[in-house]
Each structure stands twice: as structure tokens, then as C-alpha cells.
Nanobody, 122 residues
Framework: QLQLAQSGGGLVQPGGSLRLSCAAS????????LGWIRQPPGKEREFLGV????????GYPDSVLGRFTISRDKDTETVYLQMNSLKPEDTAVYYC???????????????WGQGTQVTVSS
């Protein structure tokens, strides 16, 4: 069983930056891919990418490629989502997720954080 505790989020102006954090706890954390999914208001959930025990974050969709970066601190088992050049369309509830394999299918991620609201508005 894994627990994912998110922090960060809030209101930011267009063009600004924000970093979300997600602390993972549980057994065999090195076997899990950790990453992020978001759900904009009134829209479907969108996979944002994940990072395995080694290597960089992967799977970024075109909507965030070059602006969002996933990183993972193995010592603290915390995964981060650095969001730069934020746009109003990035407004969403952001979820930290964990799964045993890389997949762009949201249903493949067994464990979810509590979610955090990010609002991009002037």
C-alpha cells in the first residue's frame, strides 16, 4: 500500500511558475512510477507524465511539453511537478499518482494523492 501526500498549488498569474510536491510513503517505492495527472474544470483527466526510479520524467503531452518538468528525489521519495509559463488553460485539479509500470492510461495508476487546485488567472 502506498500513500501519496500532496502540497503546493494555489493561484498564480499567467506566465508565472508553480511547483507541486508529492511525498510517497510505503513499501518498495523503488518499484513504482510516480507522476501527475490533472483534471480541468468540466473536462476529462489528462496524463502529464511520470518518472521511474531512474531516468528523467517521460510521457509529457504536447500541451505541457517544454513547460512542465517532473523530478524525483529518491532520498525523500518526493516527486515534483515544476510548472513554468503557466496559462489559464492549465487551471485544473492536479493529482499525484503511482503505478507499477509506465502507461499513458490513467486507469493504470493504482494510487492517487488527494488532489490540489491550481488556478491560473490575472
Amino acid at each position: 500500500q502506498l500513500q501519496l501526500a500532496q502540497s503546493g498549488g494555489g493561484l498564480v498569474q499567467p506566465g508565472g511558475s508553480l511547483r507541486l510536491s508529492c511525498a510517497a510513503s510505503g513499501r518498495a517505492l523503488n518499484t513504482y512510477w510516480l507522476g501527475w495527472i490533472r483534471q480541468p474544470p468540466g473536462k476529462e483527466r489528462e496524463f502529464l507524465g511520470v518518472q521511474g526510479w531512474s531516468g528523467p520524467g517521460i510521457g509529457y503531452p504536447d500541451s505541457v511539453l517544454g513547460r512542465f518538468t517532473i523530478s524525483r528525489d529518491k532520498d525523500t521519495e518526493t516527486v515534483y511537478l515544476q510548472m513554468n509559463s503557466l496559462k489559464p488553460e492549465d487551471t485544473a485539479v492536479y493529482y499525484c499518482v503511482a503505478g507499477l509500470m509506465f502507461s499513458r492510461s490513467i486507469d493504470d495508476y493504482e494510487f492517487w494523492g488527494q488532489g490540489t487546485q491550481v488556478t491560473v488567472s490575472s
